[in-house]
């Protein structure tokens, strides 16, 4: 079967809806990364405390919180980099198994739907998983990267000190950056699953899971807090 003959199997709106979640994805990402009219994103805002922390590190005696704090964020990326292969090993094994497939068409009342297209629909779960996968094994490598220069700032409150732990803070933002394309990913992965049923679902789920990330970034009562204490 060629491409045309595979593609004979999908709607005009199955088009629509891939589309729309494909731009969802990277317009909510650009919004959040870089802000929107001004607005500044719950991400950018924690960027600055990220910075902060960094300077207060120079002079905090002894280091043992800011260790043990950097432990926390790279065992929490290192937990959802694990469920997230799980998931992609699961969703793998599952193409290849398509009776399963036909079986869970037959109790949703979709069994004329072959499962060539049942197939193409997890990829796009399991693409979205498989990115979450690769941003947070690299968000953890660079959390990384991040202690062994925080270990090398010297004790000393000088500006060689100082110039260290900016480096240390833009390497933590970096990987912060990272970590959270990655839960943007899982969001995503999770809204993908509502094309199972249809287009016109995976076009509800897309709006869904772009107002939700908007408002958590945007009009959050976490984003009100930490506006309080923006020096910008």
């Given at each position: 079967?060629?491409?045309?003959?595979r593609?004979?199997?999908?709607?005009?709106?199955d088009?629509?809806a891939?589309?729309g979640?494909?731009?969802?994805w990277?317009?909510?990402g650009?919004?959040?990364?870089?802000?929107?009219?001004?607005?500044?994103?719950?991400?950018?805002?924690?960027?600055?405390?990220?910075r902060?922390?960094?300077?207060?590190?120079?002079?905090?005696?002894p280091?043992?919180?800011d260790?043990?704090?950097?432990?926390?964020?790279?065992?929490?990326?290192?937990?959802?980099a694990?469920?997230s292969?799980?998931?992609?090993?699961?969703?793998?094994?599952?193409?290849?198994?398509s009776?399963?497939?036909?079986?869970?068409a037959?109790?949703?009342?979709?069994?004329?739907?072959?499962?060539?297209?049942?197939?193409?629909?997890?990829?796009l779960?399991?693409?979205?998983?498989?990115?979450?996968?690769?941003?947070?094994?690299w968000?953890?490598?660079?959390?990384?990267?991040?202690?062994?220069?925080?270990?090398a700032?010297?004790?000393?409150?000088?500006?060689?000190?100082?110039?260290?732990?900016?480096?240390?803070?833009?390497?933590n933002i970096?990987?912060?950056r990272?970590?959270?394309?990655?839960?943007?990913?899982?969001?995503?992965?999770?809204?993908a699953?509502?094309?199972?049923?249809?287009?016109?679902?995976?076009?509800?789920?897309?709006?869904?899971?772009v107002a939700?990330?908007?408002?958590?970034?945007f009009?959050?009562?976490?984003r009100?807090?930490l506006?309080?204490?923006s020096?910008?």
């Amino acid at each position: 079967m060629n491409l045309i003959e595979r593609l004979q199997f999908f709607t005009l709106l199955d088009g629509i809806a891939l589309a729309g979640i494909t731009i969802g994805w990277i317009a909510i990402g650009f919004a959040v990364e870089n802000g929107i009219a001004g607005r500044r994103s719950v991400a950018t805002l924690m960027a600055e405390y990220r910075r902060d922390w960094m300077r207060v590190f120079v002079t905090r005696e002894p280091r043992i919180f800011d260790g043990n704090l950097l432990g926390n964020l790279r065992q929490g990326t290192a937990f959802l980099a694990s469920a997230s292969m799980i998931a992609l090993g699961g969703g793998l094994a599952l193409i290849g198994n398509s009776e399963r497939l036909l079986d869970v068409a037959e109790d949703l009342s979709l069994a004329n739907v072959p499962a060539l297209v049942w197939d193409a629909k997890l990829l796009l779960i399991l693409f979205f998983m498989a990115n979450a996968l690769l941003k947070f094994v690299w968000a953890h490598r660079l959390f990384g990267y991040c202690a062994v220069i925080m270990a090398a700032v010297p004790n000393d409150a000088s500006d060689a000190s100082y110039a260290r732990a900016a480096q240390a803070g833009e390497i933590n933002i970096t990987a912060a950056r990272s970590f959270n394309r990655g839960l943007r990913s899982l969001y995503f992965a999770l809204g993908a699953a509502a094309w199972l049923l249809g287009p016109i679902p995976l076009m509800g789920a897309t709006l869904m899971t772009v107002a939700v990330l908007w408002r958590r970034e945007f009009a959050s009562h976490s984003r009100r807090i930490l506006m309080e204490g923006s020096s910008k």
